[in-house]
């Protein structure tokens, strides 16, 4: 048992390879636990690439625990909404990838494009409405 345990602290409590550093004000964070296990998985490869990282959805739905990756997206957009996290699809030859970014100044760039498409697709309805009303007045 003493074996057992001395083992289980070098390994996970005096990490000496690959171990991901958070603030202890992460952990009071308003988020579900799911959103922040999120985090942390995203954080891991944010330590190694500052451009956005891509890793499946299924690679981050298996190691939540979770049963499909549609749930990764619920918690996904927990930290959007908390200003953490913010994510783009890429197409590849394989399909779709995801990018997500924790850096402020990609954040700031999608927000950005977002709230620009956004305005680009609400004249497109208004003319098409005005076409209609246009349409059923003659």
Not at 12 to 37: G, I, N
Not at 73 to 90: F, I, R, S, V
Request: net charge positive; aromatic share 10%.
């Amino acid at each position: 048992m003493g074996l057992m345990m001395n083992e289980y602290e070098d390994k996970y409590l005096k990490p000496d390879k690959r171990f991901t550093r958070v603030s202890h004000s992460y952990l009071k964070l308003p988020m579900s636990c799911q959103a922040k296990v999120l985090f942390l998985l995203l954080l891991q490869f944010y330590q190694f690439n500052k451009d956005g990282v891509h890793p499946s959805q299924s690679y981050l739905a298996k190691n939540m625990g979770l049963k499909t990756r549609k749930s990764v997206n619920k918690y996904a957009k927990e930290l959007q909404d908390l200003g953490l996290l913010e994510w783009e699809q890429t197409k590849k030859q394989s399909g779709t990838a995801n990018h997500y970014y924790l850096d402020t100044e990609n954040k700031v760039r999608l927000r950005r494009l977002r709230k620009s498409v956004a305005k680009t697709l609400k004249k497109k309805a208004t003319l098409v409405s005005l076409e209609l009303v246009k349409k059923e007045m003659a």
